[in-house]
């Protein structure tokens, strides 16, 4: 474990007393200012690289919000700097007797692939499923659906090539909380790049040019892919592995079955933002 001169946590530059037990998460380092705008007060302010903190109060309960920039890759450094920042003695290096469990909440957009999902509304995930490859570094992941990741590299015709897909689920308490919201409950594909990964073809050709189209039509007693983005599977799998409670929240900007994007993405993403934290607050000791 690395910290810098000055007893902070390595990538994040932040020392225990920075962070709440509630933690929200963005991707972009500038929509952190967009949810610590509504905070009545802001306490901590520190970033380093992509991750950007801020730690303040809001109608009187601590929250911290922090940028993990774009893909798993980065959740894998955030989650285990936090968990380390509430878990472990930084100045001994030694692991607490006390466990110490953090609430995140993943605010972010995303795209969906079923045509029925309609343009700027909240959908809560239940099941994220990882096309990317992290969770196959660690042990202990007996809670992975194994069977529903079968069935996915059967009726994909999955590369071999390619890494397994692992598919974990959310907090339920978190969920039920959200889906009172009237949001729409999916299951989201985190993918591992944003052009050909998710089918954008620029300058280059695709390996698998009708892999959106098969996740479309994917189906898994009664299960469907809503919607593609780049963080979830992350967020899900390293909460599970560390003991921690994660949801993930997304404003659907585009519908990638129609080809539409919204017309007003900023004001979604704002009205997902505020409607979140109003609903934080009442759970928050």
């Known amino acids: 474990m690395i910290l810098n001169d000055?007893?902070?946590?390595?990538?994040?530059?932040?020392?225990?007393?920075?962070?709440?037990?509630?933690?929200?998460?963005?991707?972009?380092?500038?929509?952190?200012?967009?949810?610590?705008?509504?905070?009545?007060s802001i306490e901590v302010s520190k970033q380093r690289r992509e991750f950007k903190t801020e730690t303040g109060k809001y109608k009187g309960k601590r929250i911290t919000v922090i940028s993990?920039?774009?893909?798993?890759?980065?959740?894998?450094?955030?989650?285990?700097?936090?968990?380390?920042l509430v878990n472990i003695d930084l100045k001994n290096k030694t692991i607490k007797e006390q466990f110490t469990s953090l609430t995140f909440i993943r605010i972010g957009t995303s795209g969906a692939i079923q045509a029925d999902i309609a343009m700027?509304?909240?959908?809560?995930?239940?099941?994220?499923?990882?096309?990317?490859?992290?969770?196959?570094?660690?042990?202990?992941?007996?809670?992975?659906?194994?069977?529903?990741?079968?069935?996915?590299?059967?009726?994909?015709?999955?590369?071999k090539n390619k890494s397994i897909p692992y598919v974990v689920k959310g907090d339920s308490n978190l969920l039920g909380m959200f889906l009172k919201e009237d949001f729409i409950k999916g299951t989201t594909a985190t993918n591992v790049g944003f052009y050909g990964p998710q089918g954008r073809k620029l300058r280059l050709g695709l390996e698998d040019g009708e892999l959106n189209n098969k996740l479309e039509r994917f189906n898994y007693q009664g299960t469907s892919i809503t919607n593609l983005e780049m963080e979830t599977s992350g967020i899900y799998g390293m909460a599970a592995l560390l003991g921690h409670k994660a949801i993930s929240l997304n404003a659907i900007i585009a519908n990638r079955a129609l080809g539409t994007f919204s017309d007003r993405p900023k004001k979604t993403v704002d009205s997902l933002i505020k409607k979140t934290l109003d609903i934080l607050v009442k759970s928050i000791d």
């Open 6 to 40: 000055d007893g902070s946590i390595y990538h994040l530059k932040l020392l225990p007393s920075d962070i709440s037990h509630t933690i929200v998460t963005v991707g972009d380092p500038d929509r952190v200012s967009g949810v610590s705008k509504h905070f009545d």
């Open 68 to 84: 993990t920039g774009i893909g798993t890759d980065n959740i894998d450094i955030v989650f285990n700097e936090l968990d380390a």
């Open 120 to 159: 700027d509304s909240f959908l809560v995930t239940e099941t994220a499923i990882g096309f990317d490859n992290l969770l196959h570094f660690y042990g202990n992941t007996n809670f992975l659906d194994t069977a529903f990741s079968k069935a996915l590299v059967a009726q994909t015709s999955w590369n």
